[in-house]
């Protein structure tokens, strides 16, 4: 095997023979990836997180519950909100399982 720096081939291996540990990288990696798309659209449409909760009819505090990597508590619907108040069209896809 040969020496990296790379973090994400270091955490690959580390988790290589542990299907548990693996799970947990990757509903970690979904709630990051789903955090950062609300923060980004957010600040797309130049709106601060209290303009955005004024427009879904939430708080201020909900929505950067929502832009916290470590959330996992997003949901469909929630996400349908902010698509809608923000004219966006969310898009929901089921892909082939990746290989690690």
């Not at 023979?17 to 990836?33: H, T, Y």
């Not at 996992?72 to 108040?85: K, P, Q, T, W």
Request: proline share 2%.
């Amino acid at each position: 095997m040969t020496n990296t720096n790379d973090a994400l081939k270091i955490i690959r291996r580390s988790i290589a023979d542990a299907p548990e540990l693996q799970k947990l990288v990757k509903e970690a990696s979904i709630n990051a990836r789903v955090s950062l798309i609300i923060y980004d659209v957010r600040k797309q449409a130049g709106l601060t997180q209290q303009q955005l909760a004024n427009l879904i009819g939430t708080t201020q505090s909900v929505i950067a519950r929502l832009e916290d990597a470590d959330y996992e508590g997003h949901s469909l619907s929630m996400l349908a909100r902010i698509a809608a108040a923000l004219d966006r069209k969310l898009e929901i896809k089921m892909l082939p399982k990746e290989v690690v």
